[in-house]
């Protein structure tokens, strides 16, 4: 059995958003292929994730003996680190991930915990894990003259390589935004593309 945490990453209300038309799809087909997975929805704006509050940056460190989930800032790291694979659903935002996503981020990328410092450097500690990356676009950032802008999935594929997570695969829906565009049916494609990844995610 594999635990699967769901990351959402997205400030519209319950039932507007583009990318979660897209990755709710996603995770529905998910459980009904892999039903005796586990699957933690975890909602960045319904967690309530701020920046570190000052002061505290001390706590990003290897955790001492006995702490554990119920740690304020630890917590989300040892959650991170006990999955097996990853949801990530957040929009392009200013040609990158939601602020409230890099906060998190913050969060979790913890020495001793989901990475680790070597003579040789950083090692990834989350090992043997895969992730997908779902994101909707107002243009189309896949291809020039656009691509170079984009730097929200080129961001999670690096950080999430850097903990140790190479397996990492991104479905985009681009394009929302251009005037004349048929939204319902780019939406759709990307629905389809990721309800087939599901089947051997």
Wanted: aromatic share 10%.
């Amino acid at each position: 059995m594999s635990k699967v945490l769901y990351i959402k990453a997205n400030a519209k209300l319950e039932g507007e958003s583009r990318t979660f038309r897209i990755s709710d799809s996603f995770i529905k087909e998910y459980k009904t292929l892999h039903p005796d997975d586990e699957i933690i929805t975890l909602d960045l704006y319904k967690e309530g994730i701020e920046e570190l509050p000052v002061g505290q940056i001390k706590e990003l460190h290897t955790p001492a003996p006995g702490e554990g989930l119920n740690h304020p800032i630890l917590k989300y790291a040892f959650q991170f680190q006990e999955a097996d694979k990853y949801v990530i659903a957040e929009p392009l935002w200013n040609l990158s991930i939601p602020a409230i996503l890099k906060s998190y981020i913050d969060y979790i990328t913890v020495t001793g915990i989901t990475f680790k410092y070597t003579a040789s450097g950083p090692v990834g500690l989350c090992l043997n894990k895969k992730a997908i990356n779902i994101v909707s676009r107002g243009g189309v950032y896949s291809t020039e003259p656009m691509a170079s802008f984009e730097m929200g999935d080129k961001y999670l594929r690096t950080l999430f390589g850097f903990l140790g997570i190479c397996n990492f695969t991104t479905v985009a829906a681009e394009g929302l935004d251009v005037i004349g565009n048929d939204v319902d049916a780019i939406v759709a494609e990307a629905i389809q593309k990721a309800k087939e990844i599901a089947k051997t995610f």
